[in-house]
């Protein structure tokens, strides 16, 4: 999932019921046009495709973790004023600090790339050029918007146009799925095929909905915007209501795939079978629609991919980083998102399987969320970051369980997975 | 005396408020004839990839020192903060020292001048 703009900016006392409003009404759209990316199109696509409504328990699971580790996020950064990379270098120093971040910046550089190559699938899907064609000028383009620091406009730009993906929704709905059959996906079961294949697709959806540099992402944002304790209400409801919501569309895609491609017993092998799935609902919108919601949702989470990299290698090294702040202040920020975007838009250009390397990059998440989120919970039980706002057992329970459970699966099941042919 | 713990890996903001760089290293001196108790003190804060590569092992430092030799971007690899300079220790540690011509950001300076310059609409 994608991480959504920090909503609103510092309040003003006066409007202070209306702003607080509008910034909770700001936060669930985010949540809502922002969740969808790559990662979650493919592998709730794939989900359905191949075992109908079975695993909607995982999306659930990873939605719920979401909630709360975007909710901490936004309070790490109101009470301790700290971003999460600063706090962790700050609380269990440099030596430490390396080993996640690192590995953070080899994941992130495939998530980016894969994120440009949806954008530039969808404009294949619409034109039939090849991916090659707009490898550069999607990633120029993208690079431009961030170096012109229109970020905020275009952040909230694309979560609105990514309300698109209600067509998700709608689709879904048309098909009139059986509530027992999706309730009944909504509780763990065991596959009766492809047990590899259904372990793999589950820790590729925590892996996509549970995306670690949104963490930085968001965080940063709250500083940026001078959060305090007065805004954790707000951070709480739109973390909550706007990441739930945002879950419900993926979900769609788990039915709608569920619905037309698993009776079929059609398998997803290339990004050009997926818009098929809107076909029997939306007939011949059902293209521009599905090119359109991946488009601006992988170009959504591009910016905010290269922009959190760059984040996160400032405050763990201690460069300036602001993204209102004119490039030239910042040069090392500055050269690191450019850095970032260049290699994964020369990647692009080699022609990679952009299905593929969504997948693996979503169950290699997977396996390094612990080492990200393990030292993220310790700060948010630490009282002298959270002071009084220190975390609850639930929030901190249902993280640990998903966490740790989906990095385990995602150990054993990536080299069945390799050695089964993947995809 | 300041804890090591609690300085050690924070931010450095200089006079005009500009991230100067991260606590990559402390330098301790012990004062036996001052204090006559072996108290141990900061001396001085150290920024520099040579100090962080120290605290992963001798043969990173080396690199860094090697690197830094051969990029000859930065000055000085180990930059050193006298204790005095500091002012505040809070969220970050605040010091009295405008570093706009210091070593620590001789790489941001020089990155703007060589790379970001060339880049259009800059």
């Known amino acids: 999932m994608r991480a959504g703009a920090p909503f609103g900016a510092a309040p003003a006392r006066r409007r202070r019921a209306a702003m607080n409003l509008l910034e909770i009404a700001l936060g669930i759209v985010t949540g809502i046009g922002g969740f969808l990316e790559v990662g979650s199109i493919a ?8 075992f109908r409504f079975q695993l909607l328990w995982a999306l659930a699971i990873a939605t719920i973790c979401l909630c709360f580790l975007t909710e901490m996020s936004g309070r790490l950064a109101a009470v301790s004023k700290h971003s999460l990379a600063d706090a962790v270098r700050e609380e269990f120093g440099f030596t430490f600090t390396i080993i996640p971040r690192s590995l953070e910046l080899i994941v992130n550089f495939m998530v980016l790339t894969a994120e440009l190559g949806g954008v530039c699938m969808a404009l294949k899907l619409v034109t039939g050029w090849p991916i090659r064609v707009f490898a550069i000028p999607v990633t ?82 709250a500083i940026e915007d001078k959060w305090d304790e007065k805004s954790l209400g707000t951070n709480r409801l739109s973390a909550g209501v706007g990441m739930t919501f945002g879950g419900g569309i993926a979900a769609a895609v788990v ?24 076909f029997p609902t939306l007939g011949r919108w059902a293209v521009p629609l599905f090119a359109g919601s991946l488009g601006v949702c992988c170009f959504g989470a591009a910016l905010e991919l290269a922009l959190a990299t760059a984040y996160m290698l400032a405050q763990t090294f201690g460069w300036n980083w602001d993204e209102n702040e004119k490039p030239h202040r910042e040069a090392r920020f500055a050269v690191a998102y450019t850095a970032m975007l260049l290699l994964s838009g020369l990647l692009l250009l080699t022609g990679l399987d952009p299905l593929k390397l969504t997948m693996y990059s979503m169950a290699l998440t997977a396996v390094i969320l612990p080492l990200v989120v393990v030292p993220f919970l310790l700060l948010m039980n630490d009282e002298k970051y959270l002071h009084e706002h220190t975390n609850g057992p639930i929030g901190n329970a249902v993280v640990v369980i998903t966490i740790v459970l989906a990095s385990l699966i995602a150990i054993v099941t990536i080299p069945l997975q390799l050695a089964g042919g993947g995809g | 005396v300041r804890l090591v713990g609690e300085v050690l890996d924070q931010q450095i903001v200089d006079s005009k408020e ?54 000859g971007v930065r000055r000085e690899p180990r930059y050193r903060i006298p204790w005095s300079k500091v002012l505040d220790v809070g969220v970050d540690v605040k010091v009295e020292i405008d570093g706009k011509d210091e070593p620590p950001l001789d790489w941001e300076r020089w990155m703007r001048d060589h790379i970001l310059s060339k880049l259009p609409f800059a």
């Open chain 1, 140 to 221: 120029l383009l993208a690079w431009l918007l961030i170096w012109l620091g229109t970020l905020k406009i275009v952040e909230n730009g694309t979560a609105l146009l990514g309300l698109l993906t209600l067509c998700f929704v709608v689709a879904a709905w048309k098909h009139h799925p059986p509530l027992h059959d999706v309730l009944h996906g909504l509780l763990p079961t065991v596959p009766h095929h492809d047990s590899a294949h259904y372990w793999f697709i589950a820790i590729s959806i925590v892996g996509a909905t549970i995306a670690p540099y949104m963490f930085h992402f968001y965080s940063s944002g």
């Open chain 1, 43 to 50: 592998t709730s696509a794939d989900a359905g495709a191949t």
């Open chain 2, 18 to 71: 500009r991230k100067f760089g991260k606590v990559d290293g402390l330098v301790l001196e012990v004062n036996d004839e001052v204090n006559g108790d072996g108290e141990a003190r900061v001396a001085f804060i150290e920024i520099g990839s040579p100090t962080l590569g120290r605290r992963i092992g001798k043969r990173v430092e080396r690199w860094a020192l090697a690197w830094n030799r051969r990029l």
């Open chain 1, 255 to 278: 039915i709608v795939a569920g619905s037309v491609f698993f009776p079929r017993n059609i398998q997803i092998g290339q990004y050009e079978q997926v818009p098929l799935i809107l």
